[in-house]
């Protein structure tokens, strides 16, 4: 479904539909009248006013998820709204932007445009959404982030100047494909060495300043390797993510090669201060895999190129 057909209902309670803004950018807001960012009532007010002459309208959709911020009725969420942040845009009833009961509008925006490393959830009241005249989300900004800083990008995208976000993660090649099914095996196969026939030798690698015991360490990696490279073989949609959090891994578990070479200790076949030495180089090939094969850097570079789009 496209954005502009979802179904919403006004503070009013007329039911409606986003075509009636159609052709317009727009700014979805979640709201709170209690919350301690409630005074960004008043930075999204000067936007819409500044703009609105231009096309633009901020839209604010009340909800009660986080901390019961917005504990009034629609009644009292108008008063509240016009006497004391003298709000004029519109104004929706209340909706759950998180959950199983998520209004569509916010199912839509949260695929569309995620979060912090891929996560979908809403954070708190006030994430700003910024969707241009075709229905297209072009930014996701934090809750903490004020409107006044919004300016810029808001101009760009009623100039037509800013792209939009996409919820697929960006294409990869078939070279990359395969590369991430090779690594979610490889990862499967170090999983089950973990936890069987190899665990002796990778109790070698477990640092000895690390203050947990290392058999829980060994086995706790192993169980981690088995659920990564399950998520590498199974969740394509998600493999931006995975790609990340795989690379985080192979990143936190760096220290045990390195302090396999500084105290000289035998294991899989690393014999010598030199092949142990040489092994150390293959940690920043396997993050620099996780992230090529799974997109996950080309949605960064893709990210960054946004970032630099809407402050031209």
């Known amino acids: ?54 096309g633009f309208e901020v839209l604010g959709f009340p909800c009660n998820q986080f901390g019961g911020q917005e504990p009034l009725s629609a009644e009292g969420i108008q008063e509240t709204c016009r006497l004391k942040y003298d709000v004029t845009f519109p ?23 995620p979060g912090l490393a891929g996560t979908e959830a809403i954070k708190w009241n006030f994430t700003k959404f910024l969707v241009n005249g075709r229905g297209e989300v072009v930014a996701r900004f934090a809750p903490t982030e004020k409107p006044e800083a919004l300016a810029e990008t808001i101009e760009a995208t009623i100039d037509g100047k800013a792209t939009a976000l996409t919820s697929s993660p960006p294409p990869v090649g078939i070279a990359a494909t395969l590369a991430r099914v090779v690594l979610g095996l490889a990862l499967l196969f170090a999983g089950t060495a973990h936890l069987s026939f190899q665990r002796s030798e990778f109790l070698a690698q477990v640092p000895r300043w690390l203050p947990l015991d290392a058999d829980f360490v060994v086995l706790a990696s192993g169980v981690v390797e088995l659920a990564l490279g399950a998520a590498l073989l199974v969740l394509a949609r998600q493999r931006v993510l995975v790609g990340l959090v795989v690379a985080a891994f192979f990143v936190l578990i760096f220290p045990g090669n390195v302090s396999q070479y500084m105290n000289g200790i035998d294991a899989f076949g690393l014999d010598s201060d030199r092949a142990r030495f040489i092994r150390l180089f293959f940690q920043p090939l396997l993050v620099a895999w996780a992230l090529w094969s799974t997109g996950a850097w080309k949605a960064w570079r893709a990210r960054r190129i946004h970032a630099a789009t809407k402050a031209r």
């Not at 496209?2 to 709201?31: C, D, F, M, P, R």
């Not at 104004?91 to 445009?113: E, I, M, R």
């Open 91 to 113: 104004l929706f009833a209340k909706l759950d932007v998180n959950g199983p009961a998520a209004h569509p509008l916010y199912q839509h925006l949260k695929s569309t445009a």
């Open 1 to 54: 479904m496209k954005l502009h057909q979802i179904e919403v209902t006004t503070i009013a309670g007329v039911k409606t539909s986003l075509s009636a803004y159609e052709g317009k950018t727009i700014l979805i807001v979640n709201t709170a009248t209690g919350c301690g960012l409630a005074p960004q009532f008043e930075g999204l007010e000067a936007l819409h006013r500044r703009f609105k002459d231009r």
